[in-house]
């Protein structure tokens, strides 16, 4: 697979493309939806939540950290996840703002 030429696009397609590849994963979309739900849960909420071992949510949990959709907090020999909403916002402008530059009219044949 070719090197992406990240600086050929602007700020918001790259922040956009890999906020995308992050969310781009069901478990993630489900750990997400599950954090929106509950508001905060610890690692092994999750994993009863979903079915996967603790190593694959962690991992997960991870990527989804570093773009910023969520935090943790230690509390005692856990850590406690939730919803970033600052970060939060910000997504959701940047994909609001891509969907709202289609017209909403069909130009095509």
Same mark, same amino acid.
């Given at each position: 697979?070719g090197?992406?030429?990240?600086?050929l696009f602007?700020?918001a397609?790259?922040n956009?493309?890999?906020?995308?590849?992050?969310?781009?994963?069901?478990?993630?979309?489900?750990i997400?939806?599950?954090?929106v739900?509950?508001?905060?849960? !610890?690692t092994g909420?999750i994993?009863?939540? #979903?079915?996967?071992?603790?190593a694959t949510?962690?991992?997960?949990l991870? =990527?989804? @950290?570093?773009i910023? !959709?969520?935090?943790?907090?230690?509390?005692? #020999?856990?850590?406690?996840?939730?919803i970033?909403e600052?970060?939060w916002? =910000?997504? @959701?402008k940047?994909?609001?703002d891509?969907?709202d530059?289609y017209p909403?009219?069909?130009?095509?044949?």
């Amino acid at each position: 697979m070719g090197v992406t030429k990240k600086e050929l696009f602007s700020t918001a397609q790259n922040n956009l493309s890999t906020i995308a590849k992050v969310l781009g994963h069901p478990a993630r979309v489900a750990i997400v939806e599950y954090l929106v739900q509950c508001k905060q849960c !610890i690692t092994g909420d999750i994993v009863q939540e #979903t079915g996967l071992a603790q190593a694959t949510i962690s991992q997960h949990l991870r =990527e989804l @950290k570093n773009i910023g !959709i969520i935090k943790g907090s230690i509390e005692g #020999t856990s850590v406690c996840y939730c919803i970033d909403e600052k970060k939060w916002d =910000e997504i @959701k402008k940047l994909f609001t703002d891509f969907f709202d530059k289609y017209p909403q009219k069909n130009t095509c044949c």
